[in-house]
């Protein structure tokens, strides 16, 4: 299958064989190699071997649940990861993004949305091309390595956190919205998805604030959106 050579490889892991045979028509269509697991402890094993590029992780699992396997895998490292969730499923949402998951997809969905989905995350999870360091105060990033250190701290940020702190920090003081962020951050910007970007700002400031709850660089503007600007210090958020 040459076609699908070099454009990354997916891991499934979903326990409905129609659900992954699917996802696997669009995205072995789309250039992707893709494999398939449907538990948990088979989708450990798999990451650990194939090392993928990104895997699509069903919250819903039998036996070791998806929250679980995402938080596992966010402890291996940094591969990303887009959670498959059942509508209602909110609070599984909030803490997968909380354990850094990067994204997510609510069922029934159109698996050409799944594809968008998984490009974008691969496209802001590739490494920047050689350019600068940037430092304000005690944190710095290297944009080449994707590098993030507090008070000279190694910061492990998801690809999400990273395009976030990368897009607000290269223009400080612009107010973003939303939408603007999901756009720079994901590609484009998918309905009603807004909000996502709430439990991302929340993981960053948690790793990079040194207050998180009155941060000193990821500022929010009520009832607009965010911004980032070093204020020396603590200060509103």
């Known amino acids: 299958m040459s076609e699908t050579v070099g454009k990354g490889r997916v891991l499934i892991v979903e326990d409905e064989a129609k ?37 699509l992780l069903d919250l819903n699992l039998p036996g070791m649940d998806g929250l679980e396997v995402c938080r596992r ?50 496209r802001r999870s590739a490494p920047s091309p050689p350019q600068e360091r940037r430092r304000f105060g005690p944190l710095e990033m290297d944009l080449a390595r994707h590098e993030v250190t507090v008070d000279g701290q190694p910061v492990a940020l998801t690809a999400t956190e990273f395009r976030l702190l990368e897009t607000m920090s290269a223009e400080p003081g612009r107010v973003f919205t939303r939408s603007q962020l999901l756009d720079r951050v994901w590609g484009e910007v998918f309905e ?10 929340k993981n960053l400031r948690r790793k990079i604030e040194p207050q998180p709850q009155s941060p000193r660089f990821v500022h929010t503007v009520f009832g607009v959106g965010y911004k980032f600007q070093d204020s020396g210090t603590a200060g509103k958020g």
């Open 192 to 201: 009603g998805y807004e909000r996502t970007i709430d439990s991302h700002i």
């Open 73 to 122: 895998l966010r402890a291996r490292g940094p591969v990303p990861i887009i959670m498959l969730t059942a509508r209602g499923e909110e609070v599984d949402r909030v803490v997968g993004l909380e354990l850094g998951a990067d994204d997510y997809v609510s069922k029934p969905f159109s698996p050409r949305e799944v594809v968008a989905r998984v490009r974008a995350v691969l």
């Open 19 to 55: 659900i992954v045979e699917l996802l696997r028509l669009y995205l072995e269509r789309d250039g992707y190699q893709v494999s398939a697991a449907a538990d948990g402890p088979q989708a450990l094993a798999l990451a650990e071997k194939e090392k993928p590029d990104l895997v």
